[in-house]
């Protein structure tokens, strides 16, 4: 009998495996539903991209689909952000059809079909699908006159805000968001105002109107001013370097800003060119966080049809401005008039003097342990809660609560006399307790012995330190555990990188087969000598810079930290592609440096301003390349606007850097009224001093000598982590180690309190709510997160030049609780006194200095 079932079922499928079926509006629905749109009202509202997902469905070829599953089960088993159900179900079905099918035969070639339809012709990601077509049109006009007035006009609104509020703690940010909510509208009046005037160039008519405002113009404009709101890094140079409050000095003139911000920026640009073949065109770089920006601009300009989503049946246009407006009046409570909301230290209150309660729960001083931490959206959504991916901020914050526990540890054992400091402060303090103050031991920029043997040496704080450890290890785990868990991508990137160098001729669009590849390869290319340009330009201007100014910088320094990104830049990117989280190499060029250049902070400070911008600004066109890539905008107006977004961008950063500095009295203090505190400029201040003034070797030897064998532990982690991964994969599949030792770096002066109600929120929406309610978060949640963001900056831009720049402040307990005991940084401010230690003054003994 059971040879005759098993003839029987062969026939069977020998029958069937013809595939001479038509797919049915049965299986239409179903795509519908797998594609977030199950309710569809009527039948003349259907989406034309589903439709065309569908007409490829029902054409497919059995065998081809097949073939199609394998390739992408190779791709994707060791993928974190391919849909595990999705796997699971692509592996069974690839199988054939068998008993433990829990499916008809016809629902079996449907799902095999469907699934390599959509890898076929779409993406593997649903978060790319929600936010993407598979199909474009190349004659829709993108690179206009009027997409480029709209794109510089709000670069230079976007970086001017951005930068202004960059000193804030905590900042206030418009993001690409935010600025094509403005854009769109700002499109439309266009449209309407501006006559058809225009001429024509090779064949090509360009026109002030060509037409109604559409998609691929507001996503080229987008391009061109995301590139330049994310600010410059090399402005802190010129905070650090000028004010007195830091190091003072005058012959940091505006020539000297324009050369090196034209070349930190340019020299990131050049290297996009070659990290586009790594990082951009491989689909598995799917670049999490970009994807709120595109979201917005379908939900702007491509208008949802009728359909219920769970109920819902609002616009994505509409839900964006209504929420939109509640985030923006809701501003006003927690920043202005019941501020108690935004740092909402309430465990504090109980006992405000205790010094351990404020210590452990505190939000403003402490290490912010409280499970209910702020209700103002510009705290909850500060580490993009609805954009990055669930697993992601799950690792960040496991390194977080180890951090936590490590801090505690070190302060309350008075470990490198760490109890006799503030627990979280990135300030560098002297052996009494003071602020350091780096010109008692300056002498023409650099370090003076005799000086130095007077004053002494900087102390960190334990948060400091373990920030310090952190960044030692993280180099020497990333590079052996991404290179090993990436290694098929990486070499897939260099053997297209090789193939481009030896036929240079061919597209580099045509060595990737995704759908989204073969769509761009019908456009121009930018050649690889266009970048190489702008990188010698760069390195002129780095030159002029050293040799012109008295940057106390030798040449080969630049060459130095060339070299370091060469090598850095690649597994940085894979993460931030792949992840969404984004490492530096801000604290290995200062060791570097700190040896190659001793006791030299300016040196210091002009090299790490290089070095860390060329990888950073790097990641930010790579980042823009991707995000045109997936809206179809050619590369050649990409290249065209980032390069005018740059010049724009750094135009407007150096007008408000300037004007911040002569006319906001008391900025990077703590006395500043308006909380422009600088965080990152006095940690910028401290490293420069830490590692340039001083030096590692002093640091290494004799003041933390625990901090070199950080890059031990990072290393040995590597080992264990591959191992755990190797042997235990599917039980571990959304471990990422790297960010969890990412985590670690959010102490100093940052704390819990900014990332605990993030958690909640990433998982009820990036996790609850994506699992169980798909359609709703594929058309919604993006959308939430600018209409949020977007509420917040606009809130607090006018907040502040109304009530604030000029004080119009409201005087009452609401607005004063959360700053009236220790963790508001009245009382005590450290666990043991400075100065009851022996002989006056805590660590090394004055002969070791």
């Known amino acids: 009998m059971g040879d005759e079932k098993n003839e029987e079922k062969r026939e069977f499928t020998q029958e069937h495996s013809k595939d001479d079926f038509a797919l049915d509006d049965h299986y239409k629905q179903q795509l519908y539903e797998k594609l977030g749109h199950a309710d569809v009202l009527t039948e003349n509202a259907s989406i034309p991209d589903v439709e065309f997902l569908f007409e490829k469905t ?50 079996w070639v ?52 951005n930068e202004l509020f960059s000193r804030r703690q905590p900042s206030i940010y418009i993001s690409a968001s935010v600025c094509q909510m403005l854009m769109y509208p700002s499109g439309l009046a266009l449209e309407y105002i501006l006559p058809d005037w225009g001429f024509t160039v090779f ?81 598995r770089a799917v670049w999490p966080t970009i994807l709120p920006t595109l979201a917005l601009n379908r939900a702007l300009l491509k208008r949802d049809k009728k359909e219920s989503i769970h109920g819902w049946k609002i616009t994505r246009y509409n839900f964006f401005f209504i929420v939109f407006a509640c985030s923006f ?25 205790n010094f351990n309660l404020a210590v452990v729960t505190g939000s403003v001083s402490g290490l912010g342990l409280n499970p209910i931490t702020s209700f103002d959206w510009n705290i909850v959504g500060y580490w993009l809660p609805l954009a990055f991916p669930f697993y992601t901020y799950m690792n960040m914050m496991i390194g977080m609560f180890i951090g936590f526990f490590v801090i505690i540890g070190l302060y309350y054992s008075n470990y490198k006399w760490t109890a006799y400091l503030p627990i979280n402060d990135n300030n560098i303090y002297t052996n009494t307790g003071q602020i350091y103050e780096v010109q008692e031991v ?66 580099n669009y045509t060595r990737f087969k995704d759908p989204h590849s073969r769509m761009m390869a019908r456009y121009k290319e930018v050649p690889d000598w266009c970048f190489l340009v702008i990188m010698l330009i760069a390195l002129v201007f780095a030159i002029v810079c050293v040799k012109v100014y008295p940057a106390n910088t030798p040449v080969w320094g630049i060459f130095l930290v060339l070299a370091i990104n060469a090598v850095f830049v690649i597994p940085l990117c894979i993460i931030y592609a792949i992840t969404g989280y984004y490492f530096t190499l801000e604290v290995f060029v200062e060791l570097i440096i700190g ?36 809206a179809k905008v050619p590369p050649r107006a990409v290249f065209r606007g980032q390069f005018f977004g740059t ?30 505190s600088c965080p990152s400029e006095v940690s910028y201040y401290s490293s420069s001093v830490f590692w340039g003034v001083i030096g590692p070797k002093r640091v290494f030897n004799k003041l933390y000598p625990i901090l070199p064998y950080c ?139």
């Open 58 to 107: 029902d054409q497919l070829q059995l065998s081809k689909a097949i073939e199609i599953l394998k390739r992408c089960i190779e791709d994707h088993n060791d993928d974190p952000n391919f849909p595990l159900e999705d796997l699971e179900l692509i592996q069974k079905i690839v199988g054939g059809f068998n008993d433990d099918l829990e499916m008809s035969y016809n629902d």
């Open 711 to 849: 890059f031990l532990i990072g290393f040995l982690l590597a080992i264990l982590c591959l191992l755990i991964r190797r042997y235990f994969y599917k039980q571990t599949r959304w471990f990422q180690p790297a960010v969890v030792i990412g985590g670690l770096f959010n102490y100093a002066p940052y704390n819990l309190s900014y990332f605990i109600p993030g958690l909640y929120v990433c998982f009820a929406f990036n996790h609850y709510i994506k699992r169980r309610y798909s359609a709703w978060w594929e058309k919604y949640n993006y959308v939430l997160s600018s209409a949020l963001d977007a509420g917040v900056a606009f809130g607090g831009i006018i907040i502040f030049f109304a009530v604030q720049y000029h004080d119009k402040s409201i005087t009452w307990w609401g607005n004063t609780v959360s700053y009236s005991g220790t963790d508001g940084g009245l009382g005590q401010t450290s666990l043991l006194d400075p100065t009851s230690a022996k002989d006056g003054y805590f660590g090394i003994r004055s002969k070791d200095f």
């Open 647 to 676: 010049i724009f961008q750094i135009i407007a950063s150096l007008l408000v850097i300037n004007w911040e500095i002569y006319n906001l009295k008391g900025i990077c203090t703590d006395e500043q009224s308006n909380n422009f």
């Open 203 to 283: 064949g090509t008519r360009h026109s002030l109107n060509p037409g109604p405002w559409n998609y691929k113009e507001q996503m080229f404009a987008t391009v061109m001013f995301d590139i330049a709101i994310g600010g410059m890094y090399v402005g802190y140079n010129f905070y650090v370097e000028k004010l007195k409050v830091f190091y003072g000095n005058s012959w940091i003139t505006v020539g000297y800003q324009i050369l090196i911000s034209l070349s930190t920026q340019l020299f990131g640009f050049g290297f996009a060119g070659i990290l586009r073949k790594i990082v951009v065109y491989p689909i």
């Open 329 to 353: 009046l809701w501003m006003w409570v927690p920043d202005y008039l019941f501020q108690a909301l935004s740092y909402f230290n309430w465990m504090t209150w109980i006992k405000p003097d």
């Open 110 to 161: 449907f799902n095999v079909k469907m699934y390599a339809a959509l890898n076929e012709y779409h993406s593997p990601y649903p978060e790319v699908r929600a936010i993407s077509s598979p199909t474009d049109d190349p004659n829709i006009p993108c690179e206009t006159i009027r997409a480029y007035m709209l794109g510089i006009f709000w670069c230079i609104v976007g970086t001017g805000v």
């Open 595 to 630: 040896y190659a250049v001793p006791g030299n902070g300016d040196a210091l400070m002009f090299l790490k301003a290089l070095g860390f911008n060329i990888t950073g600004q790097a990641s930010q066109y790579v980042y823009d390349l991707k995000m045109a890539h997936y």
């Open 442 to 507: 300056l002498t023409n920029g650099k370090l003076d012995e005799k000086k130095y043997k007077q004053y002494g040496p900087p102390y960190l704080s334990a948060a400091n330190l373990v920030v310090y450890g952190a960044n030692s290890a993280l180099y020497t785990f990333m590079i052996p555990y991404v290179f090993f868990t990436e290694w098929k991508g990486i070499w897939n990137s260099f053997k297209s990188l090789k193939d481009s160098i030896t036929d240079f001729r061919s597209s």
